[in-house]
């Protein structure tokens, strides 16, 4: 996979030897202004590329069809898009999170208030007719999220922090920060490895799963025959960071969790350091860890201050739990989303594999987290936003439902029960659909509720206030079901953004003694 070492050169772009989806590619990323980013390459329809000047921004003289980058720029009291507080004066923190089909950032002064936000979905880069090219489109991405910073704003950035995909690997040249191999998506699993990492982790730890970053390793240095003297591994976030910081090999603990890193002892362990492919692990740093200043070409091209301070980042999940601002043992957050994802503030440290169970170090806590198939998917395959809307005000929330579901969307369960071979149970349908989407609100309320309680048994701190965020968080109905199931007081997150949970990673790096060596 060819990639430039220069953080501001994007690699050349085999999708534009495809004139359909060249045009496609130009009218994904075109901004309303008419301008998009590219690499060295003027483009036309005629399936070639021509090189005409160096990077950064070109002019397209064609409308573009489509604006994938929103931008707001609010002021403390979140006043009409397009505004930009006149107040701000102090200096302000940059968040960016990438997630699965696109990535945000957030600004955000000392108070947490937000001074700007934005938008971008992935541009559609292809190295063959089927492959997509995942690292060019995350760095086009990246760059163009810098763009979208309001120009006033961007003299006042203090620091940033980015969050990524969890397990989403990268191998790349040690002296290059070139890609040796194709990036491992978070959702992808290596089972070829998953027997090989077994025999040398301890039991139910949190790499014995196929989609664990280990096991893509493990899976990578047994089918790569080249020369592995300059492999390096990375994390998304890592190698983002490192585009802006400059400095190759470094990771934050909540990244490094699933290729084996032990947070409690704030090292790898011995039966990972025995291994011959330790020597591509990188280096860990506390998530939000001054690494260095921003690059010199970088911080010139934008605008940015000279002291602006890159810091480690963390994961999406984790960000988006720093965004509720859980800040004490006992609070947790559901994300009521395709799935129910649960993850709970805890002074214990749990980890099983089979029920997917693990934690993250948070300073001197942990997060304990875990996740069901059970889910908004389940709701959306029988029912329309807006009947979920119209039943949901015919339920009474305070009657318990006679009816007992386990909602999947597809056979398996992972958490609280560890059961692939688990089938759906939405049987039997009573006539009333109100009665039926109560039952099944009911039901997935009581698997959350089962599901803290296993945590609790395992040995986490007792849940005692659970925030909600994801697209169920705004259903009145189902909040004071849960309420009344769980038993715990169940409120919306007035924060969900994982980039607001990065930007509030860049503040508390800003707040640190900064040691750049």
Known sequence: MPQSSS?????????????????????????????????????????????????WKHQLHKTATKAKARMMMNPGNNKDDGEVSGQVGHRLYLGMDFGTSGARFVLIDKQGTIQAQGKRE?????????????????????????????????????????????????IIDSTTGEPLWRPFLYNE?????????????????????????????????????????????????????WLLHGKLGISDYNNALKVGYDPEHDSYPSWLLSQPYS?????????????????????????FPKDCVVCTGTTDSIAAFLAARATQPGKAVTSLGSTLAIKLLSTSRIEDARFGVYSHRLDDKWLVGGASNTGGAVLRQ????????????????????????????????????????????????????????????????????????????????????????GGGAKNRTWAKIRERVLGLPVSRAIQTEAAYGAALLALKGAQRDIDIP
């Open 7 to 55: 953080p501001h050169a994007l690699s050349h772009l085999s999708a534009l030897h495809q004139p359909n989806k060249a045009k496609k590619l130009i009218e994904s990323i075109a901004d309303s202004n008419g301008s998009f980013y590219t690499d060295t390459c003027d483009f036309n329809f005629s399936g070639c590329c021509n090189s005409k000047k160096p990077f």
């Open 122 to 170: 992935y541009p559609l880069l292809y190295m063959s007719e089927e492959t997509m090219d995942w690292v060019s489109s995350w760095k086009m991405t990246l760059f163009s999220l810098l763009e979208d910073v309001p120009v006033s704003l961007r003299p006042l950035i203090a620091s940033i922090s980015i969050d990524g995909t969890s397990a989403t690997t990268m």
């Open 189 to 241: 699993s290596c089972p070829d490895a998953l027997p090989i990492v077994k025999s040398i982790a301890p039991a139910n730890h949190t790499v014995c799963s196929g989609s664990s970053t280990l096991c893509k390793l493990v899976s990578w240095w047994n089918s790569d025959d080249s020369n592995k003297e300059h492999a390096l591994l990375l994390h998304q976030a890592d190698w983002l960071l």
């Open 279 to 303: 020597r591509v692990l990188p280096s860990v740093k506390a998530p939000g860890a001054s690494i260095g200043y921003l690059q010199e070409d970088i911080r010139t091209q934008f605008g």
């Open 382 to 469: 029988i029912f329309t936003d807006e009947q979920l809307e119209k039943l949901s005000e015919q339920i009474n929330p305070m009657e318990a439902s006679p009816l007992d579901y386990y909602p999947l969307h597809a056979v398996g369960e992972r958490f609280p029960v560890a059961d692939p071979k688990m089938v759906p149970r939405l049987q039997p349908r009573p006539e009333s659909d109100v009665e039926y989407l109560h039952g099944i609100l009911e039901s997935i309320a009581r698997i959350e509720a089962k599901a803290y309680s296993l945590l609790k048994d395992m040995g986490a701190t007792q849940a005692d206030e659970v925030f909600t965020a």
